[in-house]
């Protein structure tokens, strides 16, 4: 089955820097790539997707890459405030077998103000 | 627009018994999937359903199980509870069959004492 790491485990930042949250996954046949944002006490929030035929994807101050030779796809968060504090997890999956996502391990990002 | 519905938010059960949990994704949503969140292993898939049809299970004994209902709406059911089981229950639902744009509930947290 599709295996999904996740890279770093914890990040911390100051407020208005850049976040880079990293991921590999190892099933060629995934063509879907969607993050997720997890505040305590809530469930994953969708922030931002990206499939396999597109490279780079961005909305606002969110973006993600991707890098199908390699099979790793990358979270970009500019400008970060305190609210982007949470846990974030990237997910891969294979279009046509529906919500059954394969989910990284979590990184936990701190923005310092 | 509501938003996926989990219900109870918070279950306390003895070991052996057994609980139903519920989930009311977005209307008009026809995928519902279930995934448990524990600490140790993150975020698993436990199986998924599009029209009341089981499309795919994931790796978890004969004791968890589910349902959909025509009007979508979903039940999980863990039978013989273990310590173990403690864990976040999530549901997610997805406009189509790919399982794109899939939003998450808040969870049920289960206990299991």
């Known amino acids: 089955g599709e295996n999904v790491e996740q890279h770093p485990s914890t990040l911390s930042v100051q407020e208005g820097d850049s976040a880079v949250i990293k991921c590999t996954y190892s099933?060629?046949?995934?063509?879907?790539f969607p993050w997720y944002k997890q505040e305590l006490g809530k469930g994953p929030q969708l922030i931002i997707d990206?499939?396999?035929?597109?490279g780079e994807k961005k909305d606002q101050r969110i973006a993600v890459t991707l890098n199908k030779t390699a099979k790793h796809f990358s979270l970009h968060i500019t400008e970060t405030q305190p609210e982007d504090s949470a846990v974030y997890f990237c997910?891969?999956?294979?279009?046509?077998?529906?919500?059954?996502?394969?989910f990284g391990t979590g990184t936990s990002l701190t923005v310092i103000p | 627009k509501a938003g996926v519905t989990q219900t109870p938010r918070y279950l306390i059960k003895t070991r052996g018994q057994q609980v139903t949990l519920s989930c009311s994704p977005i209307?008009?949503?026809?995928?519902v999937s279930w995934y448990q969140q524990t600490p140790g292993q993150g975020l698993q898939f436990l199986f998924e359903?599009?029209?009341?049809?089981?499309?795919n299970k994931g790796n978890f004994p004969g004791r968890f199980s589910g349902r959909q209902f025509s009007n979508s709406r979903s039940e999980m059911n863990v039978s013989t509870l273990e310590l173990g089981d403690s864990a976040l229950y999530l549901c997610?639902?997805?406009?189509?069959?790919?399982?794109?744009?899939?939003?998450f509930g808040q969870g049920t947290r289960l206990t299991v004492v």
């Open positions: 997610a639902s997805s406009l189509n069959r790919a399982g794109t744009e899939a939003f």
């Open positions: 099933d060629s046949a995934s063509n879907y």
């Open positions: 990206i499939r396999s035929n597109v």
């Open positions: 997910a891969a999956s294979t279009l046509n077998t529906g919500n059954q996502f394969y």
């Open positions: 209307s008009g949503h026809r995928s």
């Open positions: 359903y599009f029209s009341e049809t089981q499309r």
